[in-house]
């Protein structure tokens, strides 16, 4: 229980069923913007393009959850962030920082984040541009 001024606030745990709900609503929607994202990682995407997508689908998907409660927060908890090849992680390109184009057999790293009233879900995804079942990566990218 925390307190804050002359109202106790008692924190939400995992035991309520409806935190549950917003964590796995949170899920959902990042798994179903993720699968987008990854179809559109080919040769000669704009990685800011992408990034750019995927946060208007985050806001578009949980804008359509819990559309009753008009105080509840909800949207954009991680921001779309895609990192090439040597670029480790946490790349998302302002509009005046170079943008970069997808080439085959770059490796690419995709990592965002939704939230439904705080309760967060984080998805992260690694892939070869160009790699299939048919024509598998390999050298160090695999």
Do not use: W
Not at 10 to 16: C, L
Not at 49 to 55: F, P, S, V
Not at 108 to 123: M, Q, R, S, T
Request: charged residues 30%; proline residues 3%.
């Amino acid at each position: 229980m925390s307190v804050s001024g002359d109202e106790e606030q008692i924190e939400k745990t995992i035991a309520e069923d409806i935190v549950v709900t917003k964590y796995k609503m949170a899920a959902d929607i990042v798994n179903r913007v993720c699968k987008k994202i990854i179809e559109r990682c080919v040769a000669g995407a704009s990685v800011r393009e992408l990034c750019k997508t995927a946060d208007n689908e985050v806001l578009e998907e949980t804008s359509k959850v819990f559309k009753k409660e008009k105080d509840l927060k909800k949207g954009i908890a991680f921001p779309t962030c895609i990192s090439v090849n040597n670029c480790i992680c946490h790349f998302s390109p302002l509009n005046t920082d170079p943008d970069y184009i997808l080439q085959d057999d770059d490796l690419v790293k995709v990592d965002f984040g939704a939230h439904v009233d705080g309760f967060i879900a984080v998805v992260a995804h690694s892939l070869v541009v160009g790699a299939s079942k048919e024509k598998p990566s390999t050298g160090k990218k695999s």
